[in-house]
């Protein structure tokens, strides 16, 4: 027998009482549970996209709930009941109500996307941390943020959030939104004026109880775009946290909040100024240095405290020039580790490789020619393993 649906009449509703009609010891979600039938509940289970309610059944905590093809919904908790027994069911009253403004908010823009560009909702995901929805095509920038001034005014004018089992003949002549055909009666969610949708999950009565709907990103997915959203207080909670790093940011800057893309250009352009200057530093001194050494030296070990990957290759190869064996470059400190490479003009680089490999387990390789790989072990060490060659 499938399970009253309380929740379909009574989305607001915080709690019931029910009748346990079985209850059975199963493995969920890596934890050992009950998996407990009622004869109604106002548990919505994981469907449609959507995280399932959570809460209490008598003593009992419910941390999973789901549904099957017979609509007999599954209440998965931490302790028995007795089958037969009445018990009282409280659900998470706000994880719920924050589902039904981030889910009606959902219904809101796939609504305007569809009415003005035509695409179709193919995903939707929501959870007590990200809600995301799927299109089937691709939406400009400037046009989502139309979008969303449209959604909030809905919000705005608190439009009526009407859920409805249709006739078949007025089912039959509704033009709504669907990802699957149905079997059976269908439920209708329709946010006047903005969108008419199957949907199966409770929803906020009227849309001025979302409070604000906010797009969080865009980005390509699957020849469309996925757009992750939030609702309500989920969405106070996003701008709040961009509002305080926004502040934090521009207190750093000494600039204005609006004013902090220009400052982080400015700061950017300034730090790629004085990468150039230090870039030319190192490679004057690493000429220097390779300047020093003999030609025809058999090999060259150097170790530098600071040097970018560009300097060190290229103070490699002068090296390498110069050297009848091995020349290598070490960056880095006796604490930290050394990241190295090491060259050779007429022998092979990996057997010096292979010696830090096999004396201190050091990851890296190469072409005879040239290696490169980091260790953990001091200089001297490095230095006395080399002399063992």
């Known amino acids: 027998m499938s399970t009253i649906k309380l929740y379909d009449d009574q989305p607001y509703g915080k709690e019931f009482q029910a009748e346990v009609l079985s209850c059975e010891p199963v493995r969920k979600n890596g934890r050992d549970a009950f998996a407990v039938v009622l004869d109604q509940t106002l548990f919505f289970p994981e469907e449609g996209g959507q995280s399932p309610d959570t809460g209490k059944l008598g003593g009992a905590d419910v941390f999973y709930v789901s549904i099957d093809k017979e609509q007999v919904i599954t209440h998965f908790t931490d302790k028995p009941l007795e089958a037969g027994s009445h018990v ?14 981030n889910h009606t908010g959902e219904h809101i823009l796939s609504g305007l996307i569809h009415k003005y560009y035509g ?14 929805m799927d299109m089937d095509g691709v939406v400009s920038p400037e046009g989502l943020k139309k979008i969303e001034q449209e959604a909030n005014r809905a919000v705005y004018e608190n439009v009526e959030v009407i859920c409805s089992y249709p006739e078949k003949e007025v089912l039959s002549a509704l033009d709504y939104r669907s990802k699957i055909e149905i079997d059976g009666p269908v439920r209708i969610v329709e946010v006047k004026g903005y969108d008419i949708c199957a949907c199966c999950a409770p929803h906020v009565a009227r849309a001025g109880e979302i409070g604000l709907i906010k797009i969080l990103k865009s980005e390509n997915y699957k020849g469309g775009i996925r757009l992750t959203i939030a609702s309500g207080s989920r969405a106070l909670a996003a701008v709040q946290e961009v509002w305080d790093a926004a502040q934090d940011a521009a207190r750093e800057l000494s600039v204005k909040p609006e004013e902090i893309a220009p400052a982080v250009k400015k700061v950017q352009d300034d730090v790629f100024a004085l990468r150039g200057k230090l870039a030319a530093f190192q490679m004057q001194a690493v000429r220097q240095k390779a300047e020093a050494v003999p030609e025809g030296q058999k090999n060259a070990w150097f170790f530098e405290e600071e040097l970018d990957t560009k300097a060190q290759r290229d103070f490699v190869n002068l090296l390498t020039a110069k050297c009848s064996g091995y020349a290598g470059v070490f ?16 022998g092979d680089a990996r057997v010096p490789n292979q010696a830090l490999r096999e004396e201190f387990k050091a990851r890296g390789g190469g072409k005879p020619e040239m290696v490169q790989g980091s260790v953990n072990a001091p200089k001297a060490d490095i230095l006395a393993a080399f002399e063992q060659q």
Not at 88 to 101: A, C, E, L, T
Not at 121 to 131: E, R
């Open 88 to 101: 009282k069911g409280v659900i998470d009253w706000p994880q719920r109500f924050s589902n039904m403004q």
């Open 119 to 132: 695409y179709n909702n193919v995903g939707f995901h929501l959870s007590p941390d990200i809600v995301t």
């Open 331 to 346: 960056v880095g400190n006796d604490a930290d580790g050394y990241k190295y490479i090491i060259g050779s003009a007429g």
